[in-house]
């Protein structure tokens, strides 16, 4: 087994850190460690946590955080920020909110910038799931973007998905039915001290009667107001009611399932993209097509076909 590996499975904090910026940057070695892993991997609980930004998503994952610490659990982040289509940089804004963690040594934080995925997470974020997962965390944060309905993608790696919901939003949360409501595990309605907060539990209990109607389970609503740490506890009891239900159903088990499909299918988009950008493959050609494309002597179609003709080969 390669070192790296070893150190990781020991929850050693420097090979984690390690084996995630190989995973990102697609380095070779990542493959055959992350072969080393896989088979100590199926014991955290990921939690993902979605909701427009400035619902207090961040500050809820350290309130919560803190008081899984306080159970001996040890906790992994994932904090997902927007990669600047111009720069290619991300803010990482969320590691700065999570200051006050990074000095607990159960508590493992690490920023990945989306790097153009859409749906709200980053292309790595199975591989670190997977990586926090075999070093042992008890409990997986995944912090999505936060940008509006988009952020759908997170049930395909969550256990448990918290919708993060704040009092304010008024009309708008007639749209966000058709996006990220409808994907929610537990409803959190953040910011508890807001005025309003009575509508708008109101109208997101009228949407989960309307949704659950037919359904086992009906999705709880909870308040919390997390900069004061109210209704975390709350919050962790309706987790650890989740998490007994998906085992009891043998949901867990299907939502596993999802997310290894979910990761195969992204590993070979990634692979596929690799090579067609290959400088010393298809660059020149894919250059080549782009020049005709431009000058309409053939259209795009046209051209994927080609590409994907010559990969096939």
Avoid: W
């Avoid at 009906?218 to 962790?236: A, C, D, H, N, W």
């Amino acid at each position: 087994m390669n070192e790296i590996s070893s150190k990781v499975l020991k929850g050693d904090s420097r090979s984690i850190a390690r084996l995630i910026t190989l995973s990102e940057n697609n380095d070779p070695k990542a493959k055959m460690i992350m072969k080393d892993i896989h088979p100590y991997t199926g014991n955290a609980h990921v939690i993902g946590i979605t909701g427009v930004m400035g619902s207090g998503k961040s500050t809820l994952i350290s309130e919560l955080s803190r008081a899984y610490r306080e159970q001996g659990k040890t906790i992994g982040i994932i904090a997902i920020d927007p990669t600047s289509p111009f720069s290619g940089g991300a803010l990482l804004g969320d590691r700065i909110r999570m200051m006050e963690l990074t000095m607990d040594k159960g508590v493992f934080i690490r920023s990945l910038g989306t790097r153009g995925m859409l749906g709200g997470l980053a292309s790595s974020v199975y591989d670190v799931v997977e990586i926090f997962d075999a070093s042992g965390k008890d409990i997986i944060f995944v912090e999505t973007v936060g940008v509006g309905q988009a952020e759908v993608d997170i049930i395909k790696i969550a256990d448990t998905t918290l919708v993060i919901i704040v009092p304010g939003l008024g009309d708008s949360i007639q749209t966000l039915k058709a996006g990220i409501m409808e994907i929610a595990d537990i409803y959190v309605v953040n910011k508890a001290d807001r005025d309003g907060v009575e509508q708008t539990v109101a109208e997101v209990q009228s949407l989960v009667d309307i949704v659950c109607s037919d359904k086992e389970r009906k999705t709880p609503i909870i308040q919390t107001i997390s900069k004061e740490s109210k209704g975390i506890t709350e919050l962790i009891n309706e987790i650890e009611k989740h998490k007994n239900f998906l085992i009891e159903t043998k949901e867990l088990q299907k939502n596993r399932r999802v997310r290894y499909e979910s990761e195969l299918v992204e590993i070979i988009r990634k692979r596929l993209m690799n090579l067609i950008f290959d400088e010393s493959k298809f660059k020149d050609k894919v250059e080549l097509l782009i020049n005709k494309i431009s000058q309409k002597e053939i259209d795009p179609y046209s051209a994927a076909d080609e590409i994907i003709g010559k990969i096939l080969k």
